[in-house]
């Protein structure tokens, strides 16, 4: 059996059952989260194309966070910190737009260059002389990759973006990302769940014959996902030679057009990117899509997303556009309603815990990365919680000083 296209079948005798329940409602335990696992990883906030000219902005908040991108008079992105250095006030409020040259702190008029260095406090004489780069605006990491751009808060322990997502990038190119206008805009919507209940669904596609009618009806004969690997993954699925049962799929498929920019393997086709932490990129004939999830707290998600075209639109590939609208919004709410109920279950004194299929490797082996940067997650009881992060920095350490000596041997 072909497993997928890295061709990684899971190993006899796996360890089927997931994560322990307590880490999806401990307060502590999201406090380490947002550290070890959202501030120092990478994190898709908008396409080029949301900032396409000098002094656009986008913002972007997550994890107690703000980060403002915003492209300079040289026309060079750059991401910082949404802080002012005055009083630490927001310098940009709205979620997008533009400015003419500078940023200007709405709280007392501090002005910044695009390029972050500090033009000028207001009443500058109020205070001793600032220096224009030590009181400019903090950077932030910020990496374009096929026309996405993805920051991050902290440095963490991730490679480059382009270095991870190496083994897809032949196959990304072909699909001209960089090209992409904006459909939707990036949009937002609060679920009332524990963030990992959102990826433990979105890791695996064993559910889409039971509670994805359309996408079933779309491509659910050849669905497969990968396992994660590196901090990625991909699944993939050609369209149905029968596909048509529903109104939507069946008008999406008859009135889809050639997609010239594609060779013919993919004219076909979906697919999906993913990088931990919890980006993914959908890539489609006529459309591609970004989505993520950030915790807001242990039981409330942001779901965070997009919709892209391209310039050389067709009013068939329009229409088909809107067709995948609508199934997408059909899979969102189903899918929205399984985290639901996975999560509920987590607080039940009678969950005894997952028992995964081998087709659901995908969740086992993102719980094995996020296993990586918080040990803690190996221990089936919840630890007191005032000592949850002195015991995760003792695995950690303890993790760390193994891998030391066997480098050593
Ligand atoms: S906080 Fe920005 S100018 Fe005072
Ligand atoms: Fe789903």
């Not at 002094?55 to 040289?74: K, L, N, P, S």
């Not at 605006?137 to 963490?156: A, D, N, Q, S």
């Not at 697919?271 to 899509?289: D, K």
Request: charged share 25%; with cysteine; proline share 6%.
């Amino acid at each position: 059996m072909k497993w997928n296209s890295r061709n990684i079948a899971p190993p006899e005798n796996w360890d089927r059952s997931g994560l322990p329940a307590w880490s999806y409602h401990s307060d502590a335990f999201l406090e380490l989260e947002k550290e070890h696992v959202f501030r120092t990883h990478w994190l898709i906030a908008c396409h080029i194309s949301d900032v396409p000219g000098p002094g656009d902005y986008f913002t972007f908040d997550a994890v107690g966070e703000r980060a403002v991108i915003v492209r300079g008079t040289d026309g060079v992105l750059r991401g910082f910190h949404n802080i002012c250095r005055h009083r630490g006030s927001r310098v940009v409020a709205d979620e997008k737009g533009t400015c003419k040259n500078a940023l200007i702190c709405p709280f007392h008029g501090w002005v910044y260059n695009l390029d972050g260095t500090l033009r000028g406090a207001a009443r500058p004489n109020s205070f001793p002389e600032l220096d224009k780069n030590e009181f400019g605006l903090i950077p932030l990491e910020l990496e374009t990759w096929m026309g996405f751009v993805y920051i991050r808060f902290k440095k963490g322990p991730q490679p480059s973006v382009a270095e991870m997502m190496q083994p897809f990038a032949e196959e990304a190119a072909l699909y001209k990302m960089e090209e992409l206008l904006p459909a939707s805009g990036v949009t937002d919507m609060i679920s009332e769940v524990n963030w990992k209940s959102v990826r433990d669904v979105d890791n695996e596609g064993y559910h889409v014959p039971m509670a994805h009618p359309a996408l079933q009806d779309l491509y659910g004969a050849a669905y497969y996902d990968e396992p994660w690997v590196g901090g990625t993954t991909r699944s993939f699925a050609t369209f149905n030679p029968h596909a048509g049962r529903l109104w939507s799929v069946r008008n999406y498929i008859n009135l889809q057009p050639e997609t010239t920019h594609l060779p013919e393997h993919l004219q076909k086709a979906w697919g999906y990117y993913g990088l931990f932490p919890s980006n993914v990129i959908i890539f489609m004939p006529e459309a591609i899509q970004f989505y993520n999830e950030v915790p807001l707290s242990t039981g409330q998600t942001l779901l965070r997303g997009a919709s892209y075209k391209y310039p050389w639109e067709s009013r068939r590939q329009r229409a088909t556009r809107y067709l995948i609208d609508r199934i997408d919004r059909a899979t969102i709410e189903e899918d929205v309603q399984l985290t639901i109920w996975s999560n509920e279950a987590m607080k039940s004194k009678s969950f005894a815990g997952f028992y995964l299929s081998d087709l659901e490797y995908g969740v086992k082996t993102y719980h094995d990365q996020l296993r990586q940067v918080l040990p803690v997650l190996t221990l089936k009881d919840e630890p007191e919680e005032a000592r949850l992060a002195e015991i995760n920095a003792e695995m950690l350490a303890a993790k760390a000083e193994k891998a030391g000596q066997q480098a050593a041997e």
